[in-house]
């Protein structure tokens, strides 16, 4: 058990690589509170949960992009939980479009998902952790935040921006033994990719995945759970690749 009775907060936790790591915690006997906007997206991944542990999960929703029900949702976690041991900022959004078709709204929406609440749930996450002189802090970063990628210069800017924030409140985070980590996966089979179609991908396999596979959400999720477990006790401030060999 790696993260035994830690509680472990996972945003974007309806699917996809958030829902992954919600079972693999589970599996290592976290108690876990779960995000998504709606309850009802969240059924699955909590059936699954059950399936495997006997720690019912304290559910919060909200839209990330709204700071408001953010703050209330940290509140309500104070008050009811009273701690908070692992933060796993994952809830993201990817929209495509080159330079010149970008609009104002669109680069509003992806900075506010990806990029500026990653900040506020740090910022809150933060102040409940430096209190306990423990904790560890996880952001979902992407290889186009550390490599670019035609089509997505917003997304890429927004991904960048949290590897910045990362290396930043690890830094001042340190000396409270709180430790922030980010990830960049590569290219992972979840709802955010399955509009690539046939033929891309396998070109993309073929072409730029070392390991000749597509990667699934179990294999970043096994990596946040290293981040999160005492394993990685002396790890800060790193940002760690989980792409197959995207890039070496
Ligand atoms: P996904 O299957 O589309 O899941 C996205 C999750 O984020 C869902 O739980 C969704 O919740 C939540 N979310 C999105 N916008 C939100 C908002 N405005 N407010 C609250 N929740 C919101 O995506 P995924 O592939 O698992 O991606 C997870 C993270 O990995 C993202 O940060 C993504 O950028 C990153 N990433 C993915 C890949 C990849 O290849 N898949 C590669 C690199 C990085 P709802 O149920 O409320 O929609």
Redesign the pocket.
């Known amino acids: 058990m790696l993260v035994d009775n830690k509680i472990v907060f996972i945003?974007?936790?309806?699917?996809?690589?958030?829902?992954?790591a919600a079972v693999i915690f589970a599996k290592h006997g976290a108690r876990l509170i779960l995000?998504?906007?709606?309850t009802k997206?969240?059924q699955q991944t909590i059936a699954k949960i059950q399936e495997v542990s006997a720690f019912s999960p304290f559910v919060v929703?909200?839209?990330?992009?709204e700071y408001d029900s953010l703050k209330n949702a940290f509140q309500l976690i104070r008050k009811e939980i009273g701690k908070l041991d692992v933060l796993i900022?994952?809830?993201?959004?990817?929209e495509e479009s080159m330079l010149g078709m970008i609009r104002e709204d669109m680069v509003n929406?992806i900075m506010?998902?990806?990029l500026q609440?990653v900040l506020y749930h740090m910022q809150f996450a933060s102040r409940l952790m430096m209190r306990q002189k423990q904790g560890s802090i996880i952001n979902?970063?992407?290889?186009?935040?550390t490599n670019g990628s035609e089509g997505n210069a917003v997304?890429a800017a927004s991904?960048a921006g949290v590897i910045g924030a990362t290396k930043s409140a690890a830094k001042e985070l340190a000396p409270f033994n709180v430790r922030v980590n980010a990830?960049?996966?590569?290219?992972?089979?979840?709802?955010?990719?399955n509009h690539y179609k046939r033929g891309s991908l396998e070109k993309i396999v073929e072409n730029n995945i070392k390991m000749k596979r597509i990667?699934q959400?179990e294999d970043?999720a096994n990596v946040l759970l290293f981040l999160a477990s005492d394993l990685s006790s002396y790890v800060t401030g790193q940002v760690i690749g989980v792409d197959g060999g995207m890039v070496i």
């Open positions: 945003t974007g936790a309806s699917r996809g690589i958030g829902q992954a995000h998504a906007r709606k997206s969240l929703t909200y839209d990330v992009e900022n994952n809830a993201g959004i990817m929406r506010q998902t990806n609440s979902v970063s992407s290889i186009i935040g997304y991904k990830v960049a996966p590569g290219f992972i089979a979840t709802d955010l990719t990667g959400p970043v």
